[in-house]
C-alpha cells in the first residue's frame, strides 16, 4: 500500500506517488501504454504493457519493437500493419481488436488497442502514442453468449419446426414473416409462398366475416383463440383453432392446430354416449316389452295347440303371430347386446326362407318403381349360423340398396337382387377373397344405385361412418358397420363391396354352408306334457301370470301364483313342503328374483327353481342353485318340456 502519512510535496515525492497511482489504475484496467519513436523505432512501454505482451520489464521500460511486431497472431497482422501505415502516412487514428500470442508462456490474448500520431510544425509524423488493453474475460464471455444465443435460435428453430402444430410469425398487421413445416403441410403451401402474404390467403371472406382476426386485441397483449374454417392451397376446407397473441418483441405469433378429427371424434364419442344410452334403455325396457311378447306369444301358441278348432286360415294367421312376435323378441335381444354382447344362437337353416321374407318385406314396404328380384331357389343354400341375425343383416343391405336408388331418382329399370352361389376355399392360394378351406354360400346384394367414391368405399364398414345426414330417420352410421358385425364375428364369414361412383354396388357375403339339413318342424301342434306336482309361479305380469296359472292347471298342475317377491316368499314360508317347482321372474318389485332364491334356498336347500327373464344375456351361472333359465318370450311347448325336465331329475 502506499504511505499516505509521507510527505509527498516535493516535487520529486508527488511525481512519484503519481506514476504509482497511473501503474495501479493500469493494472485494475489491463490497461497498458506505449510510445514508438518513427525516428528511432525506439518502443517505450508501461508495467501493464509489459506484461499483457508476456515480456518482464526493463529498467528503463524499452520495449524490443522487432520482438513485439511479432507478437499479434499472423493473420491479425496485416490489419495492423494497415491501420499503422494510415496513421503515420495520413494521421489517421485507429482503433483495433486482435489476438496475441503471450510471449512467456503462449497464451491467447484478446487486446483492444488505440493509437494516434504526434506531428511536428511541418505535419511530419514523430511519436506514435497508444495504448493496449486485455479483454479476453470479455471476449470469451461475449463469445460465450454468443454461444448460447446461438444455441437457443437453433434450439428455437427446432422446436419450431417440429413441432405438431402450424406456427405462424408476422409483422404487427399480420404479413407472415416466418413459418414451420406444420404450417406448409397443412396449408398446401410452400414457404416461399407464404412469406409475405397474411392469413387472408388462408380464411375465405366469409370466414373472416363470421370469426375477425382480432389485431387490436392482440395489440393489447391478449390471446385470441377462435376455431375457423381454413382453406387449403387445393381449395379443401379443415376445420382449425388458431391462438394468436403478440410476443415481447412485437411479433404476431398463431399456432393453428387442425382439429377436424379430434372434432370428428368428439361426434362419435357423443354418438357413442347414445348409442350406450339406447343399450342402456333397450335393457331397462327389455322386461316389459319381453313380458308383452311373452303374454301374446304365449295366447297365440295356445290357440295353436288347440288347432283342432282352428280352420287353416286362422292357423296360419297364428302362426304369422307367432313369427312376427319371435322377430320383436329378437329385435330386442339385438339392441341388448349392445350393452351385454353374447354369442347368438346358432342353427342350420335354409337362407331362401330368410331372404324371401326380407324381399317380401321390401317389396311392401318400399318404391314399387324399384323392381327386386329374389334369385335364390329354395333348398340349395343351408347356412350355420343364426337366421333372425341374418335377417336384420340382409334387410338393411336391402334397405340401403332402395337408398341408394332413390338418392339418384328411381326410374323403370331400377332393381334390387339377391342371389347366391356355392363357394369352394381352398388354402388361400389363388382366392380373391381369403376365407378357411371349406364349403361356403357367396350371396350377392346388388343395387343401380348412385353408388360409390373410392373414399367411401373404403370407410363403408367403419363404425358411425355414413354418408347420410344426421337426425331424424337419417343415419347414425350403424348399418353396415352392424352388417360387418353379423357376418364376420357372429358367422365367420366375409362381406366385400364392388362399387364405383354412378355405377351402383354389390356387396359379397360369404357365409358358412351347414353340413346337416334343418330339422323339419311338424305342422301339428305339439302336445304338452303336464303332471300333478305343485308349482309356485312369481311373475309381476298380470298377463302372464294368469296365462301361466291357467295352462299349466289345464294340464293337472297345481298352481300357486304370487304377484311379487314378497308374495312369492310369503307363498314359500307357509307352503315350503307342498312345493315341488318354482317359476321365478327375474325382475319383481319388493323383492328382486336373486333375493328371493336366496332365500328359498335358505328354507328348502335344493328346491327345484326356473329363472324366467327378458334379459338375454344372463345364463344359468347368474343364479346360483337354480336349474334352468328361460328367456322371454317363450312358446309354451319349451315351458312345458323345460318343467317336466327340471321335475324329473334327481332332488
Known sequence: MVDMTRDDRSPGGALAVSEARLRRAQRVAHLGSWELDLGTS??????????????????????????VKGIPFAEDRPVLDHALRELVERGTPYELRFRIRRHGDGAVRYVHSFAEATREA???????TGTIQDVTEYEEATQAL?????????????????????????????????????????????????????????????????????????????????????????????????????LSDGTLQAI?????????????????????????????????????????????????????????????SVENILRSSQRAADLVRGLQMLTHPGPPESESFDLHRVAAEVFEVLTETTDR???????????????????????????????????????KGAVAGDRVTIEAREHV??????????????????????????????????????????????????GQGLGLAMVYNIVVRQHHGL??????????????????????????????????????????????????????????????????????????LEFF????????LVLLDRTLPKLHGEELLRRMLALRPGIRVIISSGDASIDLASFPGARRVLHKPYPLTLLFATIREVLDEPA
Not at 413459418?179 to 388462408?202: D, I, K, M, P, S
Not at 338393411?396 to 336408388?405: F, S
Request: glycine share 8%.
Open 42 to 67: 525506439v518502443m517505450w512501454a508501461s508495467d501493464e504493457a509489459f506484461r499483457i505482451y508476456g515480456l518482464a520489464p526493463t529498467p528503463d521500460n524499452l520495449l524490443p519493437f522487432d520482438l
Open 146 to 246: 454468443q454461444d448460447a444465443l446461438r444455441a437457443n435460435e437453433e434450439r428455437a428453430l427446432l422446436i419450431l419446426e417440429q413441432a405438431a402444430d402450424a406456427i405462424f410469425l408476422g409483422a404487427p398487421d399480420g404479413t407472415f414473416t416466418g413459418v414451420n413445416q406444420r404450417a406448409c403441410e397443412l396449408t398446401g403451401y410452400a414457404r416461399e409462398e407464404l412469406l409475405g402474404r397474411g392469413f387472408e390467403l388462408l380464411f375465405a371472406p366469409d370466414v373472416l366475416a363470421a370469426a375477425p382476426l382480432r389485431y387490436d386485441l392482440i395489440a393489447r397483449c391478449e390471446t385470441v383463440v377462435n376455431e375457423r374454417l381454413l382453406t387449403r392451397s387445393d381449395g379443401s376446407r379443415v376445420l382449425v383453432e388458431m391462438r394468436a397473441k403478440q
Open 256 to 316: 393453428v392446430r387442425d382439429i377436424s378429427e379430434r372434432r370428428q371424434l368428439e361426434e362419435q364419442l357423443q354418438l357413442r354416449q347414445r348409442m350406450d344410452s339406447i343399450g342402456t334403455l333397450a335393457g331397462g325396457i327389455a322386461h316389459d316389452f319381453n313380458n308383452i311378447l311373452a303374454a301374446i306369444v304365449g295366447y297365440a301358441d295356445a290357440l295353436r295347440i288347440s288347432g283342432d278348432r282352428l280352420d287353416e286360415r286362422q292357423l296360419r
Open 425 to 474: 376355399a381352398g388354402d388361400g392360394d389363388g382366392d380373391e377373397h381369403p376365407l378357411p378351406a371349406g364349403r361356403w354360400v357367396h350371396v350377392l346384394v346388388a343395387d343401380t344405385g348412385v353408388g360409390m367414391s373410392p373414399r367411401v368405399r373404403k370407410q363403408a364398414f367403419d363404425p358411425l361412418f355414413t354418408t347420410k345426414e344426421k337426425g331424424e330417420r337419417k
Open 369 to 407: 318403381i324399384i323392381e327386386k328380384r329374389m334369385l335364390i331357389p329354395p333348398g340349395m343354400f343351408l347356412v350355420r349360423g343364426n337366421a333372425s341375425s341374418l335377417y336384420h343383416a340382409l334387410m338393411n343391405l336391402g334397405v340401403n340398396a332402395v337408398q341408394a336408388i332413390e338418392q
Open 573 to 580: 314360508r307357509e307352503r315350503a313342503g307342498e312345493i315341488d
Open 495 to 568: 362381406i366385400d363391396v364392388d362399387s364405383a361412383e354412378g355405377a351402383g354396388s354389390t356387396f359379397h357375403l360369404y357365409l358358412p354352408l351347414a353340413a346337416e339339413r334343418p330339422e323339419r318342424r311338424e305342422a301339428s301342434a305339439p302336445a304338452l306334457v303336464g303332471g300333478t306336482e305343485t308349482i309356485l309361479v312369481v311373475d309381476d305380469e298380470p298377463q302372464i301370470l294368469a296365462l301361466t296359472h291357467e295352462i299349466l292347471a289345464q294340464a293337472g298342475y297345481t298352481v300357486l301364483a304370487a304377484a311379487d317377491g314378497q308374495e312369492g
Open 122 to 128: 511541418n505535419g511530419r509524423p514523430t511519436l506514435v
